[in-house]
């Protein structure tokens, strides 16, 4: 079942076109993992597939609705992606709970104590259980990192858009956070896209793709 | 909304403290301006305000100025006999020391007859309390100069204060002796219509009958004095808001990354707006209030006579900041709807 459909997406700064008619499904279960060298139009159709960044031309539905309708948002289908966004723009004055449950308080959600228990599950499954209360400035990139992923997972987004989540990690955690992105995938019958340079975890990837001067490959 | 204005408050105490610091400091300028204005117009004119009366009937050409003001007794009659006129007492007026031994108390003659409804039972001086404890004591005979005349302290009580001296009421007769005169200063009237006082005029053509709001603001020094410190009042506000709206804008520039990943997970511009007015307003409260005990204080420390600061100037001068606060806030608010949820991406497509 496709999840997420982006059909002849084009998007330009300027005068530049930096996206060339991308055709892209993401289906419910797999991961996949874009890669792609710098400028090549990652970071540009994951803003695209989360709403962020409304396309020159194209169409992007999730769950079959449109994401883009009259040059405006559908905020309802926006609200079923989320970002695993790089390590540093995690929400510096709220501890890294607070960054998990924070688009439940957005949204007006009462957190609950279950809703602890899950994201403290979240944060055990990072190692960052023990720095629950701590906030973004005093955890290491690689923390910062695996605490974005958490605070992405913890949505239960069917489309989870991840712009490089292993950038700032060694190896072990960066395969570590692959394979808990896989695992959501898996189990949660969700959607992972998966834009990142590091080739050294793609073998956790459903789907490898690969982007270069704004078309797929 | 409260959430998330709340954490950020409580993880940067210092910065938000600063805030609430410089928005007390102002509020501390403004009250104390308010209470050196009030407390300086009070000096001007609390005696006339004082009076329970609705105008003063001045001779023609005295500028409206008691102590340039001379009428006849006679006229006491014409005004009285005006229709809407419902009470006259004559009054006069000197300003002059009254000395004993090597005291000298600077007061404002106020003399009027014994029979008038709002003057001092007692028979003799009765000064300002604000000339208490000068060496003039109850039962004293003093020298009034100029004049030249004894008169006797009967007693003290709260009458104000006009051109800045402390009334001392006096009974007409003792005035009229001190002069030399028969005639009095001016005449305050009592009316059951708006009209009586022009008809004063008309009846009595030496006179120059007006409200008793208008007799204050010709009080010598008066406009000129409250007109000046109203006009440093109006800047302060003005540099208010200006200060307080360059603080919060600096404020939300600080903001931009975290609005941006606030944005990008979902959070509406409604909540973004919520939770920085709840920060402008908590803040900009904590600094009023502080401000105003500050200025409080101050009133304690100060002479009485010259710093004044009712409650009604403290919940005006309140609100005014607080409004200033939020104007001076309300400009960094467009921030908060440009604010592009794409900077959390970053732009290295």
């Known amino acids: 079942m496709v999840t997420a459909a982006l059909h002849d997406i084009r998007h330009g700064y300027g005068d530049v076109e930096v996206l060339h008619g991308v055709d892209l499904d993401l289906r419910a279960g797999e991961l996949v993992a874009l890669l792609g060298p710098s400028g090549s139009g990652k970071t540009t159709l994951l803003a695209i597939a989360g709403g962020l960044l409304t396309p020159t031309a194209g169409t992007v539905h999730i769950n079959e609705s449109p994401l883009y309708a009259d040059g405006k948002v559908n905020r309802k289908a926006a609200g079923d992606t989320a970002y695993v966004l790089q390590a540093s723009s995690l929400i510096g004055f709220l501890t890294v709970m607070d960054n998990l449950l924070v688009r439940d308080i957005t949204a007006g959600k009462r957190t609950t104590g279950a809703d602890r228990k899950r994201a403290r599950g979240l944060l055990d499954a990072v190692d960052l259980a023990a720095k629950a209360h701590r906030y973004p400035a005093q955890l290491s990139g690689g923390e910062r990192q695996r605490a974005a992923v958490a605070a992405a997972l913890y949505t239960r987004a069917p489309v989870i858009l991840a712009d490089e989540p292993t950038a700032a990690l060694d190896r072990e955690r960066g395969r570590a956070v692959m394979a808990l992105l896989a695992e959501h995938a898996h189990q949660r019958d969700a959607a992972v896209l998966v834009c990142t340079h590091d080739e050294r975890a793609l073998d956790l990837a459903d789907r490898v793709l690969r982007i270069e001067d704004g078309r797929l490959g | 909304m409260r959430f998330l204005a709340w954490r950020e408050v409580r993880h940067a105490p210092v910065r938000f403290g600063l805030i609430a610091s410089l928005v007390a400091l102002t509020a501390f300028l403004v009250f104390v301006l308010t209470g050196l204005t009030v407390g300086l117009g009070a000096a001007d004119v609390s005696g006339l305000q004082r009076l329970p009366v609705d105008g003063i009937v001045y001779a023609k050409g005295a500028a409206d100025d008691l102590s340039r003001s001379e009428l006849p007794a006679t006229d006491e009659r014409l005004i009285a006999g005006v229709a809407g006129v419902t009470d006259v007492q004559p009054i006069g007026f000197t300003m002059a020391d009254l000395t004993k031994d090597k005291h000298s108390v600077p007061t404002a003659l106020l003399a009027m007859s014994p029979d008038a409804p709002f003057a001092p039972r007692e028979d003799g001086v009765v000064l300002d309390n604000q000339a208490r404890g000068k060496g003039l004591n109850v039962g004293d005979t003093v020298r009034v100069q100029p004049g030249n005349v004894s008169l006797k302290i009967a007693g003290y009580a709260d009458l104000g204060s006009i051109q800045h001296s402390a009334v001392a009421y006096l009974p007409l007769a003792d005035w009229q002796r001190l002069h030399n005169a028969q005639g009095v200063s001016a005449y305050a009237v009592s009316t059951s219509d708006d009209a009586a006082l022009a008809a004063i005029a008309r009846a009595a053509t030496d006179t120059d009958p007006v409200t008793k709001a208008a007799a204050i603001d010709a009080v010598p020094g008066y406009q000129a004095e409250t007109g000046t410190i109203g006009m440093i009042r109006a800047f302060l506000y003005a540099g208010a ?106 732009r290295t497509a």
């Open chain 2, 241 to 346: 808001a200006l200060l307080i709206g360059v603080v919060f804008w600096i404020l939300t520039l600080q903001k931009e990354g975290p609005l941006a990943v606030l944005r990008a997970t979902g959070a509406s511009r409604r909540l973004l707006i919520g939770a920085y007015g709840t920060q402008v307003l908590a803040t900009a409260v904590v600094g009023v209030v502080v401000g105003a005990l500050a200025g409080a204080a101050m009133g304690v420390v100060m002479p009485p006579a010259a710093f004044v600061l009712p409650p009604g100037e403290v919940v005006t001068a309140g609100a005014l900041l607080l409004l200033v606060a939020l104007v001076g806030a309300a400009a960094s608010v467009r921030r908060l709807f440009t604010v592009d949820p794409l900077l959390s991406l970053g």
